[in-house]
Nanobody, 118 residues
Framework: QVRLLETGGGLVQAGGSLRLSCTASGRTTSNNIMAWFRQSPGKESELVAGFTWSRGMTHYGASVKARFTIAADNRKDAVYLQMNSLKPEDTATYYC???????????WGQGTQVTVSS
């Protein structure tokens, strides 16, 4: 069983930066992908960024490319989301997720709120 703990959300002005952290306890090699999704009221859940442990590959949603960076620390079983040049439309609850043996995102954190004021 994988448990995910997100930290780092908060309130920031447009143009500012925030760094989210997600620590995975109980992660094994079957939990090969970790990612960040976000959801705001009235909108569908959106993939923000993903990291594949086995290949060290990253993937970004189109709306955050060149502004957000995902990184991982294997020693800490953690992934980080550095968010720069934040915009009001980035306001959402951000969720960390990890894949299970089938590649589906089976594990989710409780979410952390990011609010960007204009």
């Amino acid at each position: 069983q994988v448990r995910l703990l997100e930290t780092g959300g908060g309130l920031v002005q447009a143009g500012g930066s925030l760094r989210l952290s997600c620590t995975a306890s109980g992660r094994t090699t079957s939990n090969n992908i970790m990612a960040w999704f976000r959801q705001s009221p009235g909108k569908e859940s959106e993939l923000v960024a993903g990291f594949t442990w086995s290949r060290g590959m990253t993937h970004y949603g189109a709306s955050v490319k060149a502004r957000f960076t995902i990184a991982a620390d294997n020693r800490k079983d953690a992934v980080y989301l550095q968010m720069n040049s934040l915009k009001p439309e980035d306001t959402a609850t951000y969720y960390c997720t990890a894949s299970g043996p089938t590649g589906e995102f089976d594990y989710w954190g409780q979410g952390t709120q990011v609010t960007v004021s204009s």
